[in-house]
């Protein structure tokens, strides 16, 4: 398998995923801007999202993608479709009781996690009623990524990448076509999260029939729990939670937070959020997905020096994408939420202050991205334990900084703070691999810094130049020229990157990776 090939094919899916989700974001500005209800529906959609990377996509991918790998290469097909049944029927079982008891207890749970909203009878009111209506969305999307992580291991990175387009699109749906007929109509965007939850794993079946692993999920959840490779997934998924917890718990704090700072705080973060994660997804989403089987492959074949050069060809990659995107979320913060947001309801006022944001974002993500690549160097080890550690430090680390740097830059402070927070996890993720061995840094890095930095330094001259020469928010009235604009300026600055790497002598070969 060609790792540059299947980064390139989980990117450009993810790449779908993430103009669908930009383009949903637009709609949702346009048609509620940055309001009670945008921050009630951001702050109901967080909870069950919130749960489902504690419970599925995080510490259920992290502890079960191993020891499936192991299973597959070592036990052969009846005894990893065992454990797939086994694992389906225990997770369903566990997270349809969780979100019934979410249902019931719905209106406690928004107090803990945005309880300024309860200054705002009506905005608390309306996030209760679609709390209730988005909880069982959890069943749904971790039954996707338990499909999701079976696809990736037998190599089919195309159908898991897809799926979340399908969330993005009944989102638009929602937005366009069902909204303006309903009584409420930001209750729309809450049963489009139901709708997206089911396509989302409704999508992936016809790729697990192709290799005859549809989940079972079967009426005795006691029988499943006591499969030995459901028992050991639970083992390692115990630790994963709370390191996965860790992160959610100080995104909570931050959310409680903006939801006292004022109407609008909640939804400036979350606008900041989908423009951060476009390159968090693009690199650190997709380089983390092809390389977790990958590097449990190597684990399980005691292969160490494979180990560590798909780690260093991770990292590399890393560092070529994810520094022209945080120079442009620094220097052109203002440019692209103008171009993305600014029609409708959303003010120039909301185009500042998600800019403020962004830009702040753009000082961190270079470790928000990291963290996707160093991680998974612990979890192919079935080493969860380490990571919890790193997390409970970062954890403080974080909320220290909010004390420092929110009364300083207000909702700024907060994206400032989760950023700072992500490279100090990065930093000891990297040293922790280290000093174990794990990973083992091939020659060139020097150069390859040298070359990174002398283009990155003349990207954000030109792109500096660009964001205050033109007025961004003024071309409100001709949106058509301010997309064209934008488009040349985002090619430029392509062209003009690319082109210093060549030009100083960068290789390009080495990234075209093969694994078995």
């Keep these: 398998m060609n790792l540059f090939r299947a980064l390139l094919t989980v990117s450009g899916f993810t790449l779908l995923s993430r103009v669908t989700g930009l383009a949903r974001e637009t709609l949702i500005a346009r048609a509620f801007g940055a309001s009670q209800y945008t921050d009630a529906f951001y702050v109901a959609f967080r909870i069950p999202n919130l749960l489902r990377r504690i419970s599925a996509e995080g510490a259920f991918s992290q502890a079960f993608v191993p020891i499936l790998a192991e299973f597959k290469n070592q036990k052969g097909h009846d005894a990893t479709k065992a454990l797939v049944d086994a694992t389906s029927t225990v997770l369903a ?24 909203l309860r200054s705002d009878g009506q905005a608390f009111t309306l996030a209760v009623s679609m709390t209730r209506i988005m909880f069982p969305y959890i069943v749904f999307i971790s039954l996707t990524s338990l499909a999701s992580g079976v696809l990736n ?26 909204a303006p007929h309903m009584k409420v109509p930001v209750f729309a965007l809450a049963w489009a999260v139901i709708a997206g939850g089911v396509a989302q794993f409704v999508v992936q079946l016809p790729g697990l029939k192709k290799i005859d692993m549809i989940p079972r999920i079967g009426l005795d959840p006691l029988k499943a729990i006591a499969h030995r490779g459901v028992k050991r997934v639970l083992a390692k998924m115990v630790p994963a939670m709370f390191a996965v917890s860790v992160a959610q718990i100080s995104l909570i704090i931050n959310t409680n937070i903006a939801s006292h700072i004022g109407p609008g705080a909640v939804s ?44 260093d060809w991770g990292l590399r990659v890393t560092f070529l994408l994810a520094a022209p995107s945080a120079i442009a979320l620094f ?10 947001f600014h029609y409708g309801k959303f003010d120039g006022n909301a185009v500042v202050m998600v800019g403020r944001a962004l830009a702040a974002y753009g000082i961190g993500l270079i470790g928000l991205i990291l963290i996707k690549i160093l ?24 909320q220290l900084s909010n004390y420092v740097f929110v009364p300083i830059f207000a909702h700024a402070g907060l994206t400032l703070s989760v950023g700072l927070g992500a490279c100090v996890n990065a930093l000891c993720l990297f040293i922790g691999l280290r000093r174990r061995g794990i990973y083992m840094p091939s020659s060139g890095w020097t150069a390859f810094f040298v070359q990174m930095i002398g283009a990155c330094l003349v990207l954000a001259g ?10 961004w928010i003024g071309m409100h009235a001709d949106p058509v020229r301010r997309m064209v604009l934008l488009a040349a300026c985002l090619v430029l600055f392509a062209a003009l990157y690319f082109g210093m790497l060549w030009l100083m002598g960068f290789k390009y070969a080495y990234f075209k990776r093969r694994v078995k």
């Design 375 to 398: 991680a998974p160097g612990f979890y192919a080890k079935q080493d969860i334990k380490t990571p919890v550690k790193i997390g409970v430090f970062v954890l403080v680390i974080t």
């Design 93 to 116: 079982w566990a997270l349809a009781i969780l979100s019934l008891l979410g249902v019931v207890g719905a209106t406690w749970v928004v107090f803990v996690v945005a309880s300024g």
């Design 331 to 340: 220097f052109f913060a203002e440019p692209l939420t103008a171009t993305l």
């Design 462 to 471: 030109v792109m500096h130049w660009f964001a205050i020469s033109f007025d």
């Design 268 to 311: 400036w973060i979350n606008y900041a959020d989908r423009l951060m994660e476009f390159p968090t997804a693009l690199l650190g989403v997709a380089l983390g997905t092809i390389l977790l089987p990958s590097l449990s492959k190597a684990h399980v074949d005691a292969d160490a020096h494979e180990y560590s050069s798909l780690l």
């Design 153 to 178: 291991t037998y190599k089919n990175f195309s159908l898991p990448a897809f799926a979340p387009v399908l969330l993005n699109v009944a989102f638009i749906v929602a937005a366009v076509f069902v």
